[in-house]
């Protein structure tokens, strides 16, 4: 049986802006550097699986600079903002990683998948989606 998580405090979600400054990375909007860089818009990161996984979805604008994300060979990275806890992919030996591996279509919709351990992120936490070398994007955890 898990460990119910502690309280959410008020703490994390007032220091998100700076984690935003800290990193070089704009806070979250619908389009901007992730449309720039990554060629994809509306990312969102949200709490799933009971807590085990953060969920992050994204729409792909711009196929040619998109594909550097569905790309197997580069590792994206989410930094939990108010700990500094980077998430990595789940390892699944047998199923894959937690992303497809596809050529990225436009407006088509698609996701990662990250591990979650002992449900450190909770809805509203702040976020940094690093991917290569492209600029890292802000985003809070639904």
Known sequence: MKPSPAPPTLVPRLLAPLLFVACGASPPSPTGPMDAAW???????HVSAAGDKVDVRYRVRDPAKAAPVVNRQVLPALVHGPSGTVLTLPA???????RPAVKPEPGKTYFILFENPNALVRPGDALMLRI???EPVALVAQ
């Open 39 to 45: 060629g994809i818009a509306r990312a969102s990161a």
């Open 132 to 134: 290569g070398d492209a």
């Open 92 to 98: 699944q030996r047998h199923v894959g990683g937690a």
